[in-house]
């Protein structure tokens, strides 16, 4: 069936933006037909014996610079198994490539293999032959070590545990804290990954190293403590010789140090500043220096650094740090004298960010797929890709995947988006070679497919480009309200779009998804709430206490990303422009503290909706960049204002986007009025790109469909419209003569760039996107 598209609307006064659309889908499936291998001779063979489980004996061929490597996984148990997953680890000077009968991932040296979609099931007491996992190696012929099946060991013996971590000793001892370390514990079969610390049975510290810190004890009272290690499969060591340590009796040392002195930074990035202070003298002894940021403890290091880095910030916010020197009796110096920070931009010194939005749906009805951001020249000058929509479940109010449901088509149903998604466009979809990024086709049953894929080869051909999955939009954001709603169900909701989005536990779809497959694609999450505390899409869920709510879920996203290690996760937002809409729902003083940057409304001011509600009888400028003159409304609509109130607030600019729209608002029957169609009647919304669509055209179909179409170019306000003649059709949009002039101002302003709803529109030769990438250089 065809797809229908869906815009935003706006009713007088209430600022909205042009959102998702209905997903049409057909969908696709790719036949490959699989010729077993010729039989391949070993020359290395390392026996495998299955009790029960499944097994996996690995073979080579060949040699010299280019040979082959199989896996054989078998099946001594009494059922056939459904999925098998292989990892192991390449002989030094070892690369693959040229995978087969198997989805393989290779990180560094590291390689997990799943099966294909036809040879998961392996049959009690049989094997995945003919078709076995095979690889091509380069580099010399080995034997790949550390070999796991579904995490069991390949040949089906028992895990070797690490040895006993050698006897601790005491390093330092507080009347609350003791240190430790101890000799590492050798290695069994994997590496070791932590240490547990423990008082009796009871665990009371963990470590990635072979030291800890034991925290919460009560002065002058003596610990016995021992140390096991445990391996990335969780195997125990045996415990090591015990210690002993009494805390300090504070009762001894009634003397704190002395303050900190000259505490200075040293450095600074987007998400850290780099510390530097002079030693504090004791009576006793200094044991740790502690951090805060403001009143909160943001990092301790001993007594024997007089530098640390604080991590965990967010580009272009402002900090202050001070030191307080701690002795081992727990008293606390002065603090040192404060130091501000102010982190570094997302885009960096002198530069100015480009987000653009890649509509999900844009690759059934507009054809536009992944592979043409690259084709127009737009990836290579975008720094940011939001991906537009992603919905919340109804019922559970956490993140919603793995679906297929369209939307009503009726922008007045107050259940239109509830419960809809598109995993077929998401990552169950198998694109062609002319409609992918690197001209390779998707196989049909690779476990990520679609948008997805692409992205990620997107990605990989522009190393500069981040991927963010946008939340929300008109149609997806009736249910915010609720997850937000309390601490408790923001942390849900959290945890699933991490583990969703970001750690890429994509529900199974059509044979595409499970765990860990969407893993790279997303850089981070962006909040489009439309809107918080107050009315938006029919439907929706909202109430005066969504304004607190909102900064707390921020905060709870900002908590989880940084939870999950690595480079740094964005967490972005779309904001309204429209100052009532900001005073409801956007604690602007608060919520920047959590957030990398916001992208802020910069367009549907004015406009007639498909429905012909919103604006049906008088024309307007959709995104212009002052007010109107001539503009007879009494609220007042322009990209100046809607900045002005973040800056007001005391927001950095260099935490702010303005949005661009390469899409144009039109109306019919527009009287000219001697003023060419400006702020005149009209009879409702002009056609559209799509008939669902009224009202709405890309700028690209709207060069090219609307005939007679004349350009002009308001100076004043930084509009550009185009008008038909007397009762035609008069259209508001943007073109490279009002980007180049609303760049101008960003950068007169000190703002951080421009953000586009969406790339869709442009021209395909990116007509529009050179403009902005020129008029922010």
Not at 244 to 268: C, E, W
Not at 503 to 508: E, Q
């Amino acid at each position: 069936m065809a797809p229908t598209e869906r815009g935003s609307r706006r009713t007088p006064g209430v600022l909205r933006r042009a959102t998702e659309a209905t997903r049409g889908r057909t969908a696709a499936l790719l036949v490959a037909l699989l010729l077993p291998l010729s039989l391949l001779t070993a020359l290395t063979a390392t026996p495998a014996h299955a009790a029960g489980t499944l097994t996996a004996t690995f073979t080579t061929e060949g040699s010299g610079s280019s040979w082959q490597g199989k896996y054989v996984v078998r099946n001594s148990g009494s059922a056939p198994s459904t999925a098998w997953t292989l990892e192991f680890d390449l002989p030094p000077g070892v690369t693959v490539s040229g995978h087969t009968h198997g989805e393989a991932t290779v990180s560094g040296s590291h390689v997990t293999v799943k099966n294909a979609y036809y040879n998961g099931r392996v049959p009690a007491g049989g094997s995945t032959e003919p078709y076995s996992y095979t690889f091509t190696g380069r580099g010399p012929v080995g034997t790949p070590t550390g070999c796991t099946i579904n995490g069991d060991k390949c040949d089906g013996t028992p895990d070797k545990p690490p040895t006993a971590p050698g006897a601790p000793t005491v390093t330092t001892a507080t009347s609350r804290t003791i240190s430790l370390t101890w000799p590492p514990a050798g290695a069994g079969d994997y590496p070791v990954t932590k240490y547990e610390v423990l008082s009796g049975t009871t665990v009371v510290a963990t470590s990635a190293t072979n030291s800890a810190t034991v925290t919460d004890l009560t002065p002058a009272t003596r610990y016995s403590f021992t140390v096991r290690a445990k391996d990335r499969r969780d195997n125990t060591s045996p415990e090591s010789p015990a210690v002993t340590a009494t805390t300090v009796d504070p009762a001894t040392d009634p003397t704190p140090p002395t303050a900190p002195g000259n505490l200075r930074a040293t450095g600074k990035t987007q998400v850290s500043a780099a510390l530097a202070w002079e030693k504090s003298t004791d009576n006793v002894a200094v044991a740790a220096y502690d951090i805060y940021r403001g009143s909160t403890l943001a990092k301790t290091v001993p007594a024997s650094a007089t530098t640390a880095t604080v991590e965990g910030l967010t580009p272009a916010t402002a900090y202050t740090f001070t030191v307080r020197a701690r002795d081992t009796a727990d008293n606390a110096s002065p603090a040192s004298n404060a130091v501000s920070v102010t982190t570094d931009d997302a885009a960096g010194p002198g530069n100015h960010l480009k987000v653009g939005y890649f509509a999900q749906w844009g690759i059934y009805g507009r054809q536009h797929f992944v592979k043409n951001l690259d084709t127009s020249g737009a990836a290579a000058k975008l720094d940011v890709i939001n991906y537009a929509f992603e919905n919340v479940d109804p019922v559970n109010h956490t993140c919603l995947a793995g679906v297929v449901k369209g939307v009503s088509g009726n922008p007045q149903d107050p259940d239109e988006g509830t419960g809809a998604g598109d995993a077929e466009a998401d990552y169950g979809r198998a694109f062609s070679a002319a409609q992918s990024v690197d001209g390779v086709a998707d196989d049909g049953w690779g476990k990520l497919r679609g948008n997805f894929n692409q992205l990620k080869k997107l990605k990989a051909k522009h190393p500069h480009l981040k991927v963010v999955v946008s939340l929300g939009g008109w149609t997806f954001s009736k249910f915010f309200a609720d997850a937000a709603a309390t601490p408790a169900s923001r942390a849900k909701f959290v945890k699933s779009c991490v583990d969703t989005w970001i750690k890429g536990d994509l529900p199974v779809y059509n044979g595409a998804g499970g765990p860990g497959t969407g893993a790279g694609v997303f850089d981070g999450i962006d909040i489009d709430w439309e809107w918080p505390g107050s009315e938006g899409h029919p439907g929706n869920h909202w109430g005066p206490a969504d304004k607190d709510n909102l900064t707390a879920l921020l905060a709870e996203f900002r908590k989880q990303l940084d939870a999950t290690g690595g480079s740094h996760k964005l967490l972005t937002a779309f904001t309204p422009a429209d100052p009532a809409k900001i005073e409801a729902g956007w604690d602007i003083k608060k919520i920047f503290e959590y957030l990398d940057f916001a992208n802020v409304q910069g367009y549907d001011f004015h406009g007639a909706g498909s429905d012909n509600s919103w604006e049906p009888k008088r024309t307007g400028h959709q995104a212009n960049l002052h007010r109107d003159a001539q503009d007879p409304y009494p609220f007042d609509f322009s990209i100046e204002k809607a900045v002005q109130t973040y800056l007001d607030a005391g927001v950095n600019p260099r935490k702010l986007t303005i949005g661009f729209p390469f899409y144009g608002r039109g109306w019919k029957e527009v009287a000219d009025g001697g003023v060419k169609g400006e702020w005149q009647s009209a009879n409702g919304a002009a056609p559209g790109q799509f008939p669902e669509e009224a009202g709405t055209k890309g700028y690209h179909n709207l060069l090219t469909t609307v005939p007679n179409l004349t350009v002009h170019h308001d100076e004043q306000s930084i509009s550009t419209y185009g008008y038909t003649g007397n009762n035609g059709q008069w259209w508001s949009f943007d073109d490279p003569w009002s980007i180049g002039k609303k760049t101008a101002w960003i950068r007169s302003k000190g703002l951080l760039g421009g953000m586009v709803w969406e790339m869709s529109g442009d021209t395909p030769t990116g007509t529009l996107m050179t403009a902005l990438d020129n008029g922010l250089k």
